[in-house]
């Protein structure tokens, strides 16, 4: 079944929160390490300013992951720092697919020139998602170390608009 993507609302906040939250948890796919709570979570991926947008996809009633596009002061103005969360139990059944047409449609509308992910070396699955959609590799940090120390570095990729 594919999702349904639409931009993401304040109703969304629990589901995807207690989503983003549980993907932290089990581990291994994103640098976050710390969940965050339902207003802090409200504020990140509807509010702030450089917020450029957010979209869920649903299936049915579930929560089947969101995808937010954001300014970033490390990037050049006219690019954006994209961010993925699909729920483990729905991984390769379109949503990440449906998410991305949606961002890609609002970053050229925006007038964006690339869009950046940041992805965890260790990180198979969402690597494989990222370069499954176009993204190229441009710029690598081996020695990234999460919280524990660990160390699990990163890579910079990037799509061109």
Do not use: K
């Not at 969304?12 to 709570?37: F, K, M, N």
């Not at 690019?79 to 139990?89: K, Q, R, S, Y």
């Not at 509308?109 to 176009?134: F, S």
Request: with cysteine.
């Amino acid at each position: 079944m594919t999702p349904e993507v639409r931009a993401t609302a304040a109703g969304d906040v629990p589901a995807l929160c207690a989503l983003q939250a549980r993907i932290i948890r089990i581990g291994g796919t994103t640098a976050y390490e710390t969940p965050l709570d339902e207003a802090g979570f409200a504020r990140a991926y509807l509010t702030r300013p450089e917020l450029i947008c957010c979209h869920a996809a649903l299936t049915g009633a579930r929560a089947a992951g969101f995808q937010a596009l954001s300014r970033h002061a490390a990037l050049p103005g006219d690019w954006a720092d994209i961010g993925t969360f699909v729920d483990p139990d729905l991984q390769r059944c379109g949503a990440g697919q449906a998410l991305f047409a949606a961002t890609l449609a609002f970053a050229r509308d925006a007038g964006l020139a690339a869009i950046n992910a940041t992805i965890r070396a260790d990180n198979r699955p969402g690597l494989a998602y990222y370069r499954r959609i176009g993204f190229r590799d441009y710029g690598a940090e081996p020695g990234f170390a999460i919280q524990s120390g660990r160390i699990v570095g990163r890579l910079h990729c990037r799509f061109d608009l």
